[in-house]
């Protein structure tokens, strides 16, 4: 299958396996990668040196593949990660949560390409003026930070294929095959699936965590800090005290000592569903089973076939 994005990433299918905090290190990255897709090793959970030895090991595993580093741009060590991004040769980044404009141009004269992940059109436009090769736009559905003007990836994608030039990679809300095509039928030229992933054999989630997911419904999910830095989380007790503190008008102050350290580790690391932030998508309602990740994939791509074939025989 060729769009632009299997094109200018070298892979055999246009999807990507999303970076994501504590979820997605090297081992789920290369397990898709393996499959023919672009595996992204989610940084925004890591030290500065253990982003060094996952892409280490991802060279070593995988030096025929296509994988890649995701940077959240807001991170502490932001910085620190791009040198070492940079000195370790990586040819893939993919930067979210903060401008387009403040790494592109350096990893761009490195050779490296580069996509950043926004949420509105007129970001995307942002974006492709920054100079980035593809821009993925995520809508309200996806799981884990979330764009402030919650646009659907419904109503996000076209208007996002309509203002860009370059390629957009549809994301939020798409698990399947059926997902898929919807978004290339919108114009998209590859899909970022995060969710999906989280719930593989290869994905670093806690095993409590993987459970959850399989017993979550379509509706255990909500938007919270959605004045501060709005995510996508499942409802558990510690996310009821958020909610509730917001709708008391709580100020940031307040907020930010009742998200506290390491909540996001507490929750998807070490496996604590009560107390610690748990972040995944929408799309968790419909996952049933624990799989390996070239298996997810493959189904996804069969799928799509399918439903392309149904399409074209209505
Ligand atoms: C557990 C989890 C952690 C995430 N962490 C990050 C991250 O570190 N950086 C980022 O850009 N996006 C992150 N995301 C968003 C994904 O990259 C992706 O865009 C999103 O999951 C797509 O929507 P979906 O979850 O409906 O597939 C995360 C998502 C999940 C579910």
Partial sequence: ????????FHIDY????????????????????????????????????????????????CPERS???????????????????????????FTSGGSPKKYTRRFKDAGMTVAHVTATPTLAVKCEEAGVDAVVVEGFEAGGHNGRDELTTMVLVPQAVDAVKIPV????????????????????????????????????????????MMEASPTDTFLILRRLIPARVIVNEWAKTIL??????????????????????LGMFDGDLKHGEI????????????????????EIVAQYAQSVKRLSEL
């Fill in 244 to 265: 509730a503190a917001e709708a008391r008008g709580a100020s940031e102050e307040v907020l930010i000592n009742l998200i506290g350290e390491k909540r996001t580790q």
């Fill in 169 to 212: 990679i549809a994301a939020g809300g798409i698990y399947d095959g059926r997902g898929m095509a919807a978004a290339m039928a919108m114009g998209a030229d590859g899909v970022q699936i995060g969710t999906r992933f989280a719930a593989t054999l290869e994905s670093s989630a806690h095993e409590n965590f993987k459970q959850a």
């Fill in 14 to 61: 246009p999807i990507i396996q999303a970076g994501m905090i504590w979820v997605s290190g090297w081992k789920l990255a290369v397990a898709v990668a393996k499959a023919g897709v672009l595996g992204l090793i989610g940084a925004g959970s890591m030290t500065p040196e253990l982003l060094r030895e996952h892409v280490r090991k991802a060279k070593a595993a």
């Fill in 67 to 93: 994988w890649g580093v995701n940077l959240p741009i807001f991170f502490k060590f932001a910085d620190e990660m791009a040198e070492i991004i940079l000195e370790e040769g990586v040819k893939i980044i």
């Fill in 1 to 8: 299958m060729e769009t632009r994005i299997t094109k200018i």
């Fill in 279 to 298: 972040q995944i998508g929408q799309a968790v309602g419909a996952l049933k089973t624990i799989k390996p990740a070239g298996d997810v994939v493959r």
